[in-house]
């Protein structure tokens, strides 16, 4: 029984990620999915999202380093919160933005398991910020965020930094360079 695929660095494209849907509907017990630097778009992203929610034991998923932007980060939100496994989410090194981020923030109440979310390098900004901290209180399990290397700013820093007191189990918090400066230091401090 497959439990952990790894097709990594390879170039599935949205074409491959397409067919492997296909086949991943019938991995029931497929925890760890790493499709990371696979230059999967949004259709790629689409694709998968609609076979996620049949994967029950889904604890890992990597799509890091793709080509997901808003639209693939929708799609994927839609399942997400089916995958009550899910533990660990990484979307780092993609094009989302505050319209993806919204959506992803959306699922965080379903997702009872997840500890990870790994969202750096993507277009996030203040507006997609303020969105994730709203909902970041309902994800009780989260213990790592990584939202570095984006463009939240001072408005994002001060949301997050409002939210971390809803987030019992948040042990690390990365939001390195992300121009976030005196106003944004003061709020988290």
Known sequence: ????????????????????AGVLGKCKA??????SANEIGDEGAGALGRVLAEC????????????IDDEGAVSLSGVLGSCKALARLDLSFNMIGAEGISALAEMLGECSALTHLLLSKNAVDGNGAVALAL??????????????????????????????????????LDLSSNGVGDKGAAGLG
């Open 56 to 67: 029950r034991a889904m604890a890992h998923l990597d799509l890091s380093f793709n080509a």
């Open 1 to 20: 029984v497959l439990a952990h695929l790894d097709l990594s660095e390879n170039e599935i494209g949205d074409e491959g990620a397409g067919r492997l």
């Open 30 to 35: 497929l925890a760890h999915l790493d499709l």
């Open 135 to 172: 909902m970041l209180g309902e994800c009780k399990t989260l213990a790592h965020l990584d939202l570095s290397e984006n463009d939240i700013g001072d408005a994002g820093a001060v949301a997050i930094a409002w939210a971390l007191g809803e987030c019992k189990a948040l042990t690390q």
